[in-house]
């Protein structure tokens, strides 16, 4: 696998960055040589502070990031109880008669959309944990929030942000950003409009020498030799950890990932209100379809559809069940580890290269 100047800057073996949920998928990836971050959007304060000090044991000095997304939000409500008063009662019929149509018993287990509200204070306290931790990346999504770049460097950590558009580099650069990672459409979660390989290339003449990622798509060794003649310093997935034993993604959900085709991945505002790449399920089918209400935004949609998909999940309710997924989802089609998946982007990237090679000097 080819290093680039961003592995020996952050001490990896490979430049495959690797966003996950999951601790297990960080450990693994960082011991395949790869840069893990965790996703800890949607852990509880308490939580972060956990997780980060249990990473940081396993990785027994190895680096890794942790992501923190800050959205711009419709409401402030301090409470869930307090925004419920403020959902439109069609809503509030169109969600009680899905759990009927369904037979959806209620969530007994906590979950995240069922137990927390996205407001500023529970954003502030996410970034307290954070800063105050041992980890040695943060990584900023959705929002770029110059005070957490800033006082992240203060404290010493390199700081990533992603970035959907061209015109987002410059308030990176402002805010001192370290690392730019250019997430394209295809990309799972939260996107933007323009695709994986138009903006990296864009990004990488606006970054004004910062290292860029590219993410989006990614799923083959192909795309990872494009990627550096995009002008990329390493790739950033995040559907592919998914598909492994780590990720101990349930059985309902991963039937349907490893089934699905780039196509069958959709953008709905039906997951947060805000658009997100998710797998085609019925969830994102009944909130398309003539007569559903409109999502809500951030962060109501969630305090509408919280408990619901807390019991979807818990209870597996096949035909609803999703996740946010990119279009690299086809490539990821059977169950297997976090270490096959490095091993085989490396096999497929260099069998790339070379064949580039050898296809341009035949040219030539
Ligand atoms: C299940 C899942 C959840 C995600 N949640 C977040 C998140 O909380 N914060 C974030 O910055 N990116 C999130 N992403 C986007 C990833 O960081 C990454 O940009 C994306 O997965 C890349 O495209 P790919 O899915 O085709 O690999 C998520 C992606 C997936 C698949």
């Not at 009944?286 to 809500?296: H, M, N, Q, R, V």
Request: with cysteine; hydrophobic share 45%.
């Amino acid at each position: 696998m080819q290093r680039t100047p961003l592995c020996e800057r952050l001490g990896i073996e490979v430049p495959i960055f690797g966003f996950s949920h999951s601790i297990d998928v960080a450990v693994a990836l960082a011991e395949a040589g790869g840069f893990p971050v965790f996703g800890a959007a949607r852990e509880a304060p308490d939580k972060i502070s956990e997780d980060i000090a249990l990473i940081k044991k396993r990785l027994r000095g190895k680096p890794f990031g942790v992501d923190l997304m800050y959205p711009k939000l419709a409401g402030e409500e301090s409470s869930r109880d307090e925004a419920k008063k403020k959902l439109p009662a069609e809503h509030v019929a169109f969600v009680a008669a899905l759990k009927a149509k369904y037979s959806i018993p209620d969530p007994v287990k906590p979950n995240f959309f069922a137990d927390q509200i996205r407001n500023q204070a529970f954003f502030d306290a996410q970034t307290r944990a954070v800063l105050e931790s041992e980890v040695s990346a943060v990584v900023t999504a959705v929002g770029l929030p110059k005070d957490v770049v800033q006082a992240a460097k203060a404290r010493g950590k390199t700081t990533f942000a992603l970035v959907g558009s061209a015109r987002h580099v410059k308030a990176a650069k402002e805010a001192g950003v370290d690392i730019l990672v250019a997430q394209g459409y295809d990309a799972g979660g939260h996107t933007g409009l323009v695709g994986t390989y138009t903006l990296v290339p864009q990004v990488v003449e606006a970054s004004g020498g910062l290292p860029v990622l590219a993410a989006g798509g990614v799923g083959h060794g192909r795309q990872i030799a494009a990627a550096f003649g995009l002008g990329a310093q390493g790739v950033w997935l995040g559907t592919a950890w998914l598909a492994t034993r780590e990720y101990g993604t349930p059985p309902a959900l991963l039937r349907k990932l490893l089934a699905a085709r780039s196509e069958d991945t959709v953008i709905t505002r039906a997951h947060s209100g805000k658009p997100c790449r998710v797998v085609k399920s019925s969830w994102s089918d009944e909130w398309d379809a003539e007569g559903a209400p409109k999502p809500l935004p951030m962060p109501y949609q969630h305090v509408l559809t919280g408990e619901l998909l807390a019991a979807i999940e818990e209870h597996q309710v096949e035909p609803l069940v999703y996740e946010a997924a990119g279009q690299s989802v086809a490539w990821f089609n059977e169950l297997t580890t976090v270490a096959a998946i490095v091993e085989r982007l490396k096999t497929e990237t260099r069998a790339a290269l070379d064949e580039m090679k050898r296809n341009l000097k035949e040219e030539a």
